[in-house]
C-alpha cells in the first residue's frame, strides 16, 4: 500500500512538528485535535517556524505556502477516511489513547495502519484496543520532531512484517532514521534518557551541585548538546514524571520519580511551557 495521506492526531508541540515533517516530505496531512481551535493553534505553530525561516532565508515563500497548502485541521475523525497513516500524538495516558484507536477502528478503513508516539506505554496492549494488531505499531519521535533524525520503529507482539517495513519507509521518506526496538517499557531511548534526568532532579535535591554546573558536567563531560535540567525542562517536568511513573510501575525501583520532580509538577512548574521549571523562561 502506498501511503500519500496521513493523518496526526493531537496538535501540540510533538504533533505539529510531526504533521510539519510529514507535509514538507510531501505527504497530505490531517492535523486534528478535540476541537478546531486547539488544530488551529497546532498550525499556527507551524506557521510560526516556517515564517521564521522564511526570514533568515532557509525557506522560499511558495515553498512555504505550499508546505501549507498540504496541512488540513479537523476536530474528530471524520476527515481521516482517506488517510493509508494515522499517527496518535496525544498526552502519555494509556486510557486516552486506548479510547482513541477504539474510535479510529470503527472509521477507518481496515487497510489503515494505526501508529502511536508513545514514549513508554505496550504497544501490544495499544494495539489490543483496535480489530488491526498487524496494522498497528509504535513510531516514535524524538522532541522536536520537526529537527530531531531518530524515529524508534516499535512493532507489537502481532505486528506484521509488511507494517514494519511500510512504517520505516515512510520514516525515511520524512528525512529520519528508522531503529527496530523491542516492544519494552520505555524501549530504548527513554530507558536511558529517564534515569539520567531523575538522577540529574536527585543530585540537585541533594545539594550535591547547583543546576548550572549539574547541566554543565553533562555538557562539557559527556558532549551532550543539552545538560538533564535543561532537556527536562525542554520535554516538560510533567511528562518527565508521567513516563517515570510508568517505568517504574513496570521495571522497579531503578526508575521511581525523584521527590522534588513530583514536587516541581504539583507545583505547576512543568518547563519552558509554563515559563518556569528548572529555570525561568519568561
Given at each position: 500500500m502506498?501511503i500519500?495521506?496521513l493523518?496526526?492526531i493531537?496538535?501540540?508541540g510533538?504533533?505539529?512538528?510531526i504533521?510539519?515533517t510529514?507535509a514538507?516530505s510531501?505527504?497530505t496531512?490531517?492535523l486534528?485535535?478535540?476541537?478546531e481551535q486547539?488544530?488551529?493553534e497546532?498550525?499556527a505553530?507551524?506557521?510560526?517556524r516556517?515564517d521564521g525561516?522564511v526570514?533568515t532565508?532557509k525557506?522560499?515563500?511558495t515553498e512555504?505556502?505550499?508546505l501549507l497548502?498540504?496541512i488540513?485541521?479537523a476536530s ?10 494515522v499517527?496518535?500524538?496525544?498526552a502519555?495516558n ?8 477504539k474510535a479510529?477502528?470503527?472509521v ?5 495502519i494505526?501508529a502511536t508516539?508513545?514514549?513508554?506505554i ?9 480489530e488491526?494488531?498487524?496494522?498497528f505499531?509504535?513510531m516514535?519521535?524524538?522532541?522536536p ?5 531518530l524515529v524508534e520503529?516499535?512493532?507489537g ?7 514494519v517495513?511500510?512504517?520505516g519507509?515512510?520514516?525515511e521518506?520524512m528525512?529520519k532514521?528508522p ?7 520505555g524501549f530504548i531511548s527513554?530507558r ?10 536527585c543530585c540537585?535535591q541533594?545539594?550535591i551541585?547547583?543546576r ?6 553533562a555538557?562539557?563531560g559527556?558532549n551532550h548538546?543539552?545538560g ?7 520535554i516538560?517536568?510533567?511528562i ?5 511513573v510508568i517505568?517504574h510501575?513496570?521495571?522497579g525501583d531503578?526508575y ?7 514536587k516541581?509538577?504539583?507545583?505547576g512548574?512543568l ?7 528548572f529555570?525561568?523562561?519568561?
Amino acid at each position: 500500500m502506498k501511503i500519500e495521506t496521513l493523518a496526526v492526531i493531537g496538535a501540540g508541540g510533538m504533533g505539529a512538528g510531526i504533521a510539519q515533517t510529514a507535509a514538507a516530505s510531501g505527504y497530505t496531512v490531517v492535523l486534528a485535535d478535540k476541537d478546531e481551535q486547539h488544530a488551529a493553534e497546532g498550525l499556527a505553530r507551524i506557521r510560526k517556524r516556517l515564517d521564521g525561516k522564511v526570514a533568515t532565508g532557509k525557506l522560499g515563500g511558495t515553498e512555504r505556502d505550499s508546505l501549507l497548502a498540504r496541512i488540513r485541521i479537523a476536530s474528530g475523525f471524520e476527515k481521516f477516511g482517506d488517510a493509508e497513516l494515522v499517527i496518535e500524538a496525544v498526552a502519555e495516558n494509556e486510557e486516552l489513547k486506548a479510547k482513541i484507536f477504539k474510535a479510529l477502528d470503527a472509521v477507518c478503513p481496515a487497510e489503515t495502519i494505526f501508529a502511536t508516539n508513545t514514549s513508554s506505554i505496550s504497544i501490544t496492549r495499544l494495539a489490543n484496543a483496535t480489530e488491526r494488531p498487524g496494522r498497528f505499531i509504535g513510531m516514535h519521535f524524538m522532541n522536536p520532531a520537526h529537527v530531531m533524525k531518530l524515529v524508534e520503529i516499535i512493532p507489537g507482539l502481532r505486528t506484521s512484517p509488511e507494517t514494519v517495513t511500510e512504517i520505516g519507509y515512510v520514516a525515511e521518506t520524512m528525512g529520519k532514521i528508522p531503529v527496530v526496538v523491542g516492544d519494552s517499557p520505555g524501549f530504548i531511548s527513554n530507558r536511558i534518557l529517564m534515569p539520567m534526568i531523575n538522577d540529574a532532579v536527585c543530585c540537585l535535591q541533594e545539594g550535591i551541585a547547583s543546576r548550572e554546573d549539574i547541566d554543565s558536567i553533562a555538557r562539557l563531560g559527556a558532549n551532550h548538546p543539552m545538560g538533564p535540567l535543561e532537556l527536562a525542562d525542554f520535554i516538560g517536568l510533567d511528562i518527565c514524571l508521567e513516563i517515570l511513573v510508568i517505568l517504574h510501575s513496570e521495571l522497579g525501583d531503578k526508575y521511581r520519580p525523584c521527590p522534588l520532580l513530583r514536587k516541581m509538577v504539583a507545583a505547576g512548574r512543568l518547563g519552558r511551557k509554563s515559563g518556569e521549571g528548572f529555570y525561568e523562561y519568561r
